[in-house]
């Protein structure tokens, strides 16, 4: 079946522009997170939605940032006023969304944000 | 607060020969433990995941992992070493099965022939 997809999977921007990194679950998943991985470093955890609404989003830097899953479904990271330290790939999660030990999250691809 | 520690950030084996990749965390309750796999240009894959059952947990691709509390570890090993091992390696922790995952900062893995 289909995983986690990410678009797009590269994005060059200038510095002080505004970005928006879209992420597809896993079909029937309800839990989707977001995380940061800048050139040689582990991810970073940036937010954590639970359908619709953000459960965690002790992550996000500043209010540069935000995002949305408005349908529980697709969610779409939003980036304001980019800056040259924005740059990273940025990774999207998804798991189904349950409290037992079997869930278990997966990965998409990345978007890979360079901005000048 | 949780944290993860890997130590080596390059790791280099000869083919045939035995992976060992250490993980060392720190959690304040009793933590899932997770390896992931990142091939080059491609997405994280979880190669094998703790959740308080057995100690000794097997993976795919030949990996296995075994927790041990006293030392606060949670090692990678595989017997021998295969070209196609060649990644990066990240050990990581969370509270909860749902809760956001705290990542090490990464092992490369290169195998020799």
């Known amino acids: 079946g289909a995983g986690v997809s990410q678009t797009p999977s590269n994005k060059v921007t200038e510095k002080g522009k505004y970005v928006e990194l879209r992420c597809d679950p896993i079909?029937?998943?309800?839990?989707l997170y977001w995380y940061r991985q800048s050139l040689g470093q582990g991810p970073e955890f940036l937010i954590y939605f639970q359908g619709t609404g953000a459960a965690d989003d002790s992550g996000l830097p500043n209010d540069r940032f935000f995002a949305v899953r408005p349908e529980g479904s697709v969610s779409t990271l939003k980036i304001q006023r980019t800056e040259r330290g924005d740059s990273a790939v940025y990774l999207c999660?998804?798991?189904?969304?349950?409290?037992?030990?079997?869930?278990?999250?997966?990965f998409g691809p990345g978007t890979r944000l360079t901005v000048l | 607060a949780q944290s993860v520690t890997q130590l080596g950030s390059h790791v280099s084996v000869s083919e045939g020969a035995l992976v060992l990749l250490r993980c060392n965390y720190s959690s304040s309750v009793p933590p899932y433990l997770f390896w992931y796999v990142q091939y080059p240009n491609q997405g994280l894959q979880l190669l094998l995941k703790y959740t308080s059952a057995a100690t000794l947990v097997k993976g795919i691709n030949g990996f296995e992992a075994e927790f041990k509390k006293s030392e606060t570890s949670f090692h990678l090993t595989k017997p021998s070493a295969h070209m196609s091992d060649a990644a990066e390696y990240f050990c990581a922790v969370t509270k909860t099965s749902y809760d956001k995952v705290i990542f090490g900062p990464g092992t490369s893995l290169s195998v020799i022939p």
């Open positions: 999660a998804s798991s189904v969304g349950t409290t037992t030990s079997t869930d278990t999250q997966y």
């Open positions: 079909s029937g998943h309800t839990a």
